[in-house]
């Protein structure tokens, strides 16, 4: 919102360039807000990429396993071991339902079995390579569910400047307004405080979508 505030002012440039210290406000906003942009950009792409990684390692783990666990759970059949039988039978619906922890001690848990009956598998279509494979996308999800603590300070890091950034615009366009009286009664002036009411309504849509 803030945005269409600068455009204002500007397009009017021309109006209030001899006022010195109107320019060194502009200046002040026109840096800061960029810093808010790049801030901004930084904080959702962390979000929403670490969201995006976190559902494909899902997605790609839950697929292989059972491709190899359905088949294996035959093995129980075949040795009347029904607790083995049970243990194998996981169905993607089943674990697209659990918590990501509670998705990854499963995911242990079947590869622990898998490997404990590597030799009988063989017979199943299921090859060590397979087993194997199977471990690398394990890790991949894994890997993916506990936050390295440098990033979790480092993403806290950045949404304390983003707030200290934005306190320090709010500041800017209050001595904006202040400065701007010089030319009210001006189609300038007219324009400038239309642009804040845009952006005092953005700012109000935030907090009542808050509530």
């Known amino acids: 919102m803030i945005g269409v505030a600068r455009r204002t002012l500007h397009n009017h440039q021309s109006e209030w360039e001899k006022n010195v210290r109107m320019t060194q406000e502009v200046t002040n906003l026109d840096t800061t807000a960029e810093r808010a942009d790049a801030l901004s950009t930084e904080v959702t792409t962390d979000i929403t990429g670490s969201t995006t990684d976190k559902i494909n390692a899902r997605q790609k783990v839950i697929a292989e396993i059972v491709k190899l666990v359905k088949p294996a759970s035959v093995i129980g059949l075949d040795t009347n071991d029904m607790l083995l039988h049970r243990q194998l039978s996981v169905?993607?619906?089943m674990m697209n339902k659990m918590k990501y922890g509670d998705l990854a001690?499963?995911?242990d848990n079947l590869y622990a079995l898998l490997v404990k009956h590597q030799e009988k598998l063989v017979d199943y279509d299921i090859t060590l390579e397979n087993v194997t494979a199977a471990k690398t996308f394990i890790d991949a999800y894994k890997a993916t569910l506990p936050e390295p603590r440098e990033l979790v300070v480092e993403r806290k890091t950045t949404k304390e400047a983003l707030s200290e950034c934005l306190a320090d615009l709010r500041g800017i366009v209050y001595i904006l307004d202040n400065l701007m009286k010089r030319y009210d009664g001006t189609p300038f002036y007219s324009e400038?405080?239309?642009?804040r009411i845009i952006v005092d309504l953005g700012?109000?849509?935030k907090k009542e979508d808050k509530k």
């Open 91 to 93: 169905s993607k619906g």
């Open 105 to 107: 001690d499963l995911l």
């Open 192 to 195: 400038y405080k239309n642009a």
């Open 203 to 205: 700012t109000h849509k």
